[in-house]
């Protein structure tokens, strides 16, 4: 095995293992959505865009 494929090997379980504990978060509910959503308007607190007119 060359050194490109062990990084490589290496690489791959490592995003592999983040998955998998990302995937661990969302299911058990421990993810909560991030401030500042595109929903809210892009601004903590979830104020939204406020227009004048």
Known sequence: MTA???R?????????IEHTFR???KSLG????SRGTRETGGEPGGRGCT???
């Open 30 to 33: 421990l993810t909560h959505p």
């Open 23 to 25: 995937m661990i978060k």
């Open 51 to 53: 227009k004048v007119g």
């Open 8 to 16: 490589r090997q290496v690489f791959l379980r490592g995003l592999d």
């Open 4 to 6: 490109v494929d062990r």
